[in-house]
């Protein structure tokens, strides 16, 4: 039979090439849902709602855009399910095929077409697992029996899933064969496994049985009511080109669809390499459709459970952004000529009922259904497969950001409105709320489009901000969005011209008090944290055992920090302060800062957290003349860097020079109007040679003058 297969192989290979002429925009693009969970969901207690009202969730994903339902089917899950206690009135097991059935007959019920993926095992099968079904254990170590097995197999269910008006529009032969197919040996009482068959690493096996359930796809499809589309499917998207030239080359051919698994939590990368992937898999195989047939993303990190990793561009992790992430990807696959994108379990809500691993869902933080009451989310990812999104797949996204920060905002939360929501008649759109004050709104627009657009604190009209004049640049009571060519945001202060991300720049001070403190200081007191992108930084004693460390730095950085009485990170551990528990509020072990939009200062005794309190504030002291001072350089001796700092009470023209001993000017370190406050300097002195020099700071009438020494 292996012969007469490749053979067959080549030929549907040469017809699919010539059906190949057929525009891709004349296939349909799949947004698909895995619910192989929903009929058990059920069973177990779940009634999914959608506005309040209890509807069944095939009909909910269907009226949201989906039409693609994967269901999977294992061999025997009889011996692993059965165990299992569960609550009364469940069935002893699911995703058979009597399971499998009801799927797909609720599925075509609501006009949605079927993937049935065969796992050929009883269990999930995964890159790391891929357990030979019990009932062919016996032979495991006979290629040409197993491949008999799963060809009579994969014939006998779809003729039964045909004669009673069930065949499935495609077929997934597999799933997440990275390794191959069928090589692992399971435990005796679990499905875990317990060994790998002799011959795993042979190709020739692999394609063999993959051929067999091809051959009984096609056999059966020939004279079957649908005749489905065969699909393969391999998890990732670094291996995607190299396995399936691999199968080709062993003769797997008579295939029609490239499938993939891409999660971000597992498998990393932008959806840029996303696009970039598939657009390679669509030219290197020009004669076969490319699917990322699974998928999922989170919408919280307060449940647990699996796929917790969130991709840093689509963050915070909020119903929103999954959406958001969602759509994306989808508008990313469709750009590069793919066919579809298929989301796993996005029904799987938590019940009474036990999996392997406990009671409930591994899946509460990424299902579109809220845990608490079961109702549809219509803020999250259940909204994706809608037309809305994909009018056209290479217009620019356009976000919209507010900084609500000082605003009382409304109950009803903040809102947008403009060109962009329905033309003369505008419409009021909710933005996501963020956190931090942040809230935002996304789009798709052409490039070349524009027009008028405000925010609103509350669903009412009469809540719009009022634009200041420099930037009401529509009707002069409205901002303005012009889209170019690429993806754009539009990020605004509330009533602001400003940036809603503008930050402002601060003087900080950070204090330590050493009195009573039982260590040795006098070699100096040092810190380092992010302030100092975690160099050690000698501190400047203020007298009385207080030093001080002063720098400028922006509104709304944050950090770790904490001091020390060494300048190296040679055994650092023996002269680093320990901060108590309560006030170590970063790593469990370090001080933490963040930086508001006024000067502050961080003052406390050394391995406490006990504030100091000192006789003036500072911003006394930037107030007194007196506080014009020019620091020690550190490090010093240096080579060739080292860094000067120097505080000047108030706004002055500023001149730093370097002089040798004989009183020549060297160089001019920097000169210029400064600001009131402290200022850090770096001296670069590469083309110096080693001595001793002088830097002079003068501002207005005062001057003062400190040795450094450079050592190369």
């Not at 077929?171 to 795993?200: L, R």
């Not at 370190?669 to 402290?678: A, E, H, P, V």
Request: hydrophobic letters at 35%.
């Amino acid at each position: 039979m292996n012969t007469l297969l490749r053979y067959a192989g080549l030929l549907l290979l040469f017809k699919l090439l010539m059906l190949n002429s057929i525009s891709a925009q004349d296939q349909p693009f799949y947004f698909g849902a895995d619910l192989s969970y929903v009929n058990q969901m059920e069973d177990c207690g779940a009634e999914y709602q959608f506005q309040g009202e209890p509807t069944d969730p095939f009909k909910i994903f269907a009226d949201e855009g989906t039409n693609l339902v994967r269901v999977r089917l294992w061999v025997d899950p009889s011996r692993w399910q059965e165990p299992l206690d569960q609550p009364e009135g469940v069935k002893p097991y699911y995703s058979d095929l009597e399971d499998v059935k009801k799927t797909i007959e609720r599925a075509q019920a609501e006009g949605m077409e079927v993937m049935l993926g065969f796992h050929y095992s009883d269990f999930w099968a995964d890159p790391g697992r891929q357990l030979i079904p019990r009932r062919w254990l016996d032979v495991a170590e006979n290629p040409e029996a197993l491949t008999d097995s799963v060809y009579h197999y994969t014939k006998r269910v779809l003729e039964e899933l045909d004669s009673n008006g069930l065949m499935p529009e495609f077929v997934k032969v597999g799933n997440e064969n990275n390794p191959g197919i069928m090589i692992h040996i399971p435990e005796e009482d679990s499905f875990e496994t317990a060994g790998t068959v002799s011959s795993a690493d042979d190709w020739q096996r692999h394609a063999d049985i993959f051929n067999a359930g091809i051959s009984a796809v096609r056999e059966v499809g020939e004279t079957a009511s649908i005749n489905p589309k065969i699909t393969l499917h391999w998890s990732n998207l670094d291996g995607l080109e190299w396995w399936y030239k691999n199968l080709i080359s062993h003769g797997v051919t008579d295939f029609d669809v490239m499938g993939f698994s891409y999660y971000y939590a597992w498998h990393e990368g932008s959806i840029a390499e996303l696009e970039s992937a598939v657009e390679t898999m669509v030219e290197e195989f020009p004669g076969y459709d490319v699917m990322a047939v699974e998928t999922g993303y989170l919408w919280s990190d307060q449940y647990g459970g699996i796929i917790n990793e969130a991709d840093p561009e689509y963050l915070p992790v909020i119903p929103e952004k999954q959406l958001e992430y969602m759509v994306d990807y989808s508008r990313a696959v469709m750009r590069a000529g793919g066919t579809g994108v298929v989301f796993w379990e996005p029904a799987w809500v938590d019940t009474p009922c036990r999996t392997p691993w406990g009671i409930g869902s591994s899946h509460t933080h990424v299902a579109f259904f809220d845990p608490e009451t079961t109702n549809f989310m219509e803020n999250g990812a259940g909204k994706w497969p809608n037309s809305r999104f994909y009018e056209n797949p290479h217009d620019p996204k356009v976000t919209f950001i507010v900084n609500m920060s000082g605003v009382d905002v409304s109950d009803e939360g903040v809102f947008v409105t403009g060109d962009f929501t329905g033309g003369d008649d505008w419409e009021l759109v909710q933005m996501a709320d963020e956190g931090e004050g942040i809230y935002s709104y996304f789009t798709y627009l052409p490039e070349g489009s524009e027009g008028a657009f405000y925010f609103l604190n509350g669903e009412d009209w009469d809540s719009r901000e009022t634009v200041p004049d420099a930037c009401a640049d529509r009707w002069d009571t409205d901002r303005e969005y012009i889209v170019g060519d690429s993806d754009m945001v539009f990020d605004y202060k509330w009533a602001s011209c400003d940036p809603a991300y503008a930050t402002t720049e601060v003087n900080v001070t950070f204090r330590v008090d050493m009195a009573d403190s039982g260590v040795d200081f006098s070699g100096g007191v040092y810190i380092t944290g992010d302030l100092t992108d975690w160099d050690i930084m000698q501190m400047n004693s203020d007298g009385e055992d207080i030093y001080s460390y002063d720098l400028e730095m922006s509104s709304g950085d944050e950090g770790a920090y904490y001091y020390l009485t060494t300048d190296t990170w040679d055994n650092y551990m023996d002269y680093r302060e320990t901060v108590p528990e309560e006030c170590a509020d970063w790593y469990g072990s370090d001080r933490g800062y963040v930086i508001p939009d006024e000067d502050v200062e961080f003052a406390y005794k050394w391995g406490t957290c006990q504030e100091i309190q000192l006789e003036t504030n500072l911003a006394e002291r930037t107030e007194k003349p007196g506080d014009f001072e020019l620091f020690q350089n550190y490090p010093n001796p240096f080579n060739p860097t080292t860094q000067i700092s120097f505080r000047i009470p108030e706004s002055a023209v500023v001149s730093l020079r370097l002089f040798d001993m004989t009183g020549r000017e060297v160089k001019e370190i920097t000169t210029g109007l400064k600001s009131g406050g402290y200022h850090h300097i770096e001296l670069d002195a590469g083309n110096l040679s080693s001595g001793i020099y002088l830097y002079q700071l003068q501002a207005g009438e005062q001057t003062q003058t400190r040795k450094l020494t450079l050592i190369k």
